[in-house]
T-cell receptor, first 117, second 114 residues
Framework: AQTVTQSQPEMSVQEAETVTLSCTYD???????LFWYKQPPSRQMILVIR??????QNATENRFSVNFQKAAKSFSLKISDSQLGDAAMYFC??????????????FGTGTRLQVTL | GAVVSQHPSRVICKSGTSVKIECRSL??????MFWYRQFPKQSLMLMAT?????????EQGVEKDKFLINHASLTLSTLTVTSAHPEDSSFYIC??????????FGSGTQLSVL
C-alpha cells in the first residue's frame, strides 16, 4: 500500500518570503499522480497543484511550484511571495492509476502553514 | 469548473438516530465517489469508495452496517450514519472526479451526535 509522509506538522513564513513544504511517499508503481491540497479554516479542500509521475518537468501554478524527485520519491511544494491568504493546512496526496477512476487519494498528515506580517 | 455539492453542511442529532449526507456532482457524471472522514487537526481518512449501481467498497476497519453508502445515480451518492453515537461525531467529506488528475471535493458535513 502507498504511504505519504509529511514530516513538518507546522511551518511559519513571513509575508512575501518563500517557504517549502516537504512530502515523501512510498510506492512500487511507476505511473501515478501527486497533489498538494490546501484546506483553509472553511475546511474546503482546494487543489493547489498536481504532478503526473511520467512528466519530468516540475509543475508550476503562479506562486506555487513543486520539486518532484521521482527516484527519491519526494514531492515538495514551494510557495513564493507568501501571502496572508496562504495560511492553511496543506496536504500532500498520492493517487494511483491502477484502479482507473476508482483509484483513491492517499493523504499525508498535513502541514499547518502560518503566515506572519 | 466541475462542482461537487454536499449537503447538509452541519447536522446535530441525538444518539441512536440516523443521519443522511448527500453528495452531488453538479455538472459531470461520476461513476465513482469517495467518502472521507476527518477528525480535528487530522488528515482525511478514506472510509469507502462509492460505485454507481453496485456495492460500495469499504476501507479496513470501517463498519459497512453503520455507514451505509448508496450510489443510485451517476450524480448522487449518499452516506447514512445509522444509529449514530457521539464517537461518530466528525467532519465528513465527499469527492468525485472526471479523470485521474481531477478530483473535486464537497464542502463537507460536520456531524455532532449528542
Amino acid at each position: 500500500a502507498q504511504t505519504v509522509t509529511q514530516s513538518q506538522p507546522e511551518m511559519s513564513v513571513q509575508e512575501a518570503e518563500t517557504v517549502t513544504l516537504s512530502c515523501t511517499y512510498d510506492t512500487s508503481e511507476s505511473d501515478y499522480y501527486l497533489f498538494w491540497y490546501k484546506q483553509p479554516p472553511s475546511r474546503q479542500m482546494i487543489l493547489v497543484i498536481r504532478q503526473e509521475a511520467y512528466k519530468q518537468q516540475n509543475a508550476t501554478e503562479n506562486r506555487f511550484s513543486v520539486n518532484f524527485q521521482k527516484a527519491a520519491k519526494s514531492f515538495s511544494l514551494k510557495i513564493s511571495d507568501s501571502q496572508l491568504g496562504d495560511a492553511a493546512m496543506y496536504f500532500c496526496a498520492y493517487r494511483s492509476t491502477s484502479a482507473g477512476t476508482a483509484s483513491k487519494l492517499t493523504f499525508g498528515t498535513g502541514t499547518r502553514l502560518q503566515v506572519t506580517l | 469548473g466541475a462542482v461537487v455539492s454536499q449537503h447538509p453542511s452541519r447536522v446535530i442529532c441525538k444518539s441512536g438516530t440516523s443521519v443522511k449526507i448527500e453528495c452531488r456532482s453538479l455538472d459531470f457524471q461520476a461513476t465513482t465517489m469517495f467518502w472521507y472522514r476527518q477528525f480535528p487537526k487530522q488528515s482525511l481518512m478514506l472510509m469507502a469508495t462509492s460505485n454507481e449501481g453496485s456495492k460500495a467498497t469499504y476501507e479496513q476497519g470501517v463498519e459497512k452496517d453503520k455507514f451505509l453508502i448508496n450510489h443510485a445515480s451517476l450524480t448522487l451518492s449518499t452516506l447514512t450514519v445509522t444509529s449514530a453515537h457521539p464517537e461518530d461525531s466528525s467532519f465528513y467529506i465527499c469527492s468525485a472526479g472526471t479523470g485521474f488528475e481531477k478530483l473535486f471535493f464537497g464542502s463537507g458535513t460536520q456531524l455532532s451526535v449528542l
